[in-house]
């Protein structure tokens, strides 16, 4: 060999062995990558107990590696399905703008029917023969009105001669008073009903309400309608009392808790506060729960330490209190888990429309057993659960090996991020609605209940009881 072709093989040699030091530096880089994405993945998708994938069978779920990419004919299905879907969106969109509904006829037929005659003057009556008249019909209001209720009770007494001979008959007679809502209190049990009325029911408040009295006739101050509310919520506290153990004794509700403006008499402003709403699914029987506005686990616990069957909340995390508590099954709501992909379509909308089409996917399911319990006149639960578990199950697994394959596809702090995440971390939970055909998919009944306090108001007092007690009038 040469010095030239010596001096050629040092230099392969030398620059095979930087390669290779450069290749052992590289596979160390790559398993400490590894680890990390192992980390990040355990911090984003871990729970108490290590999280498992969901089981082939939705009754095993009362009992992982990543998936680097999706099924290639399930992302052609998913491409074909998605654009669909957004196609007859836009369709169905645009023929409503143009669509005109028939209106919905006046429903009367609770009213009372005043006739009022209107006859044509008649020269000769006997030259004519009544035909079918004409009717029209118009609806008149007649305004409430308020009056005095003024009961006199007339007093007798006994004649002197006979209270001689019978001392012991009664000297003084007269009729008790009919019972009344209140004590020594000036307004009907109508006038107070009025009160809470107008109060939860059209959301007036109290000074609205005063001036509608004004209009009739009678001047009330602020101080004294409190007083009276107070005194009625005093009254109906223990049928408020009733309605929460009767809720409670049920093995199936819909809890949630919502923002609730409420007037601070130290500070003299609105503070936030939250109430709770608890449902009992199969009734519709429900009740509202305050305690000085909190929404913490210590008040869910006391809530609900005393229940046993399924809850269905969204993904708030004081839930995750109850997981794995003796006789408390947690549902999750997939309602929720759909407004945050629809949020992030501004963000993402590829993704987006895809997670959008395997929720739809379920709802459809839902209307599927909607349609056929309509067609029987009553709802078949064991039939609801044998479609959810053909047809609804499967695509819940697919659409958690789609949340596995994308969420490193969405970045980093992204909406998308956000709804995938969140939606993975109780997608169990958001499964075992399909192994009762009483659950529902989502939890709307609630939200549906607590719709109505956005509008509300509550005046603070300065004791904690007639909250509560109040918050019953908020179930009619």
């Known amino acids: 060999m040469t010095a030239e072709e010596q001096k050629r093989m040092d230099d392969l040699e030398a620059e095979n062995a930087k390669l290779r030091g450069e290749n052992s530096e590289l596979q160390d880089k790559l398993l400490d990558a590894q680890k990390t994405l192992a980390k990040y993945a355990q911090m984003l998708f871990g729970q108490k107990t290590e999280r498992t994938r969901l089981p082939e069978k939705p009754e095993e779920l009362t009992g992982n590696l990543f998936e680097q990419e999706l099924d290639p004919e399930e992302q052609a299905r998913l491409d074909t399905e998605a654009a669909k879907a957004l196609a007859e969106e836009e369709k169905s969109i645009h023929v409503a703008a143009h669509d005109r509904k028939v209106r919905k006829p006046i429903d009367t037929s609770k009213l009372e029917v005043r006739e009022e005659h209107i006859r044509p003057e008649l020269v000769n009556e006997d030259d004519y023969i009544e035909m079918e008249p004409e009717v029209t019909d118009s609806l008149v209001l007649v305004p409430k009105k308020m009056y005095i209720h003024r009961i006199i009770r007339h007093k007798y007494v006994l004649k002197s001669k006979l209270q001689v001979e019978n001392p012991d008959r009664q000297t003084f007679l007269i009729a008790p008073l009919p019972p009344a809502a209140l004590h020594k209190c000036m307004a009907d049990a109508s006038l107070l009903a009025d009160i809470i009325i107008s109060k939860y029911l059209y959301h007036l408040p109290f000074y609205r309400v005063i001036e509608t009295y004004k209009e009739l006739g009678v001047t009330i101050s602020s101080s004294t309608i409190n007083d009276w509310f107070k005194a009625v919520v005093g009254k109906v506290k223990p049928l408020y009392d009733l309605l929460r153990a009767h809720v409670l004794a049920c093995d199936y509700v819909q809890v949630d808790e919502s923002t609730l403006p409420v007037i601070d008499n130290e ?41 046993k069957g399924a809850i269905q909340s969204d993904g708030y995390v004081v839930y995750e ?29 590829k993704l987006a429309n895809e997670a959008l089409f395997y929720i739809g996917k379920l709802y459809e399911v839902e209307r599927e057993a909607d349609a056929l319990d309509e067609k029987d006149g009553k709802p078949d639960y064991e039939r609801r659960k044998a479609l959810r578990q053909e047809k609804a199950y499967p695509e819940i697994k697919k659409f958690e090996t789609w949340m596995e394959v994308n969420l490193f596809k969405s970045g980093p702090k992204t909406m998308m991020e956000e709804a995938i995440t969140y939606t993975y971390k109780i997608i169990k939970k958001l499964a075992l609605y399909t192994t009762d055909g009483r659950y529902k998919i989502d939890d709307n009944m609630v939200e549906n209940s607590i719709r109505p306090l956005a509008i509300g108001r509550l005046c603070a007092a300065q004791h904690n009881l007639p909250y509560v007690g109040r918050l019953v009038m908020l179930a009619s």
């Open 267 to 307: 500070k003299h402003r609105a503070v936030k506060g939250y109430v709770w709403s608890v449902v009992d699914v199969m009734t519709g029987d429900r009740f509202f729960f305050y305690e000085h506005g909190s929404r913490s686990a210590r008040v869910a616990m006391g809530l609900l330490k005393d229940f």
């Open 321 to 349: 209190h109850f997981e794995g508590m003796k006789g408390k099954l947690m549902l999750g709501c997939w309602a929720h888990a759909r407004r945050k992909f629809f949020e992030a379509r501004k963000e993402n909308e």
